[in-house]
């Protein structure tokens, strides 16, 4: 099992759904974050062998971050984190009644048309 610390979660991650509203010269819409949810995240490394084993798959280009446990999570939201927006790719739910329980939530960083 894995041992985490008060101190491990030092990341603010944000849910929420996008809108899209007028920029500031009013012309064009743009894709904006309304937040729901703001969680301190922790986040995680995959071993090289993790590394190796999700080659050339969907989950290539991911990254995983672990949430105290928060049953409002779901796939739905979208996130920003370190400054960057994310979907989320999948939850993994600890729902046992243990005193800490945490959600490793799998992200993928959103493109940019054109990019």
Request: hydrophobic share 35%; with cysteine.
């Amino acid at each position: 099992m894995m041992k985490l610390k008060p101190s491990d979660f030092n990341r603010r991650i944000i849910f929420g759904k996008t809108k899209d509203e007028l920029d500031e010269s009013g012309n064009f819409y743009v894709p904006t974050l309304i937040p729901e949810l703001s969680l301190w995240c922790a986040p995680r490394t995959r071993t090289l062998n993790q590394q190796y084993q999700i080659m050339k798959t969907e989950l290539e280009d991911t990254i995983i971050v672990v949430v105290r446990h928060n049953p409002k999570i779901n796939e739905s939201y979208e996130v920003e984190y370190q400054n960057e927006n994310y979907d989320i790719v999948s939850i993994s739910t600890d729902d046992t009644n243990k005193t800490f329980a945490y959600d490793f939530v799998t992200l993928k960083k959103v493109k940019k048309a054109g990019v």
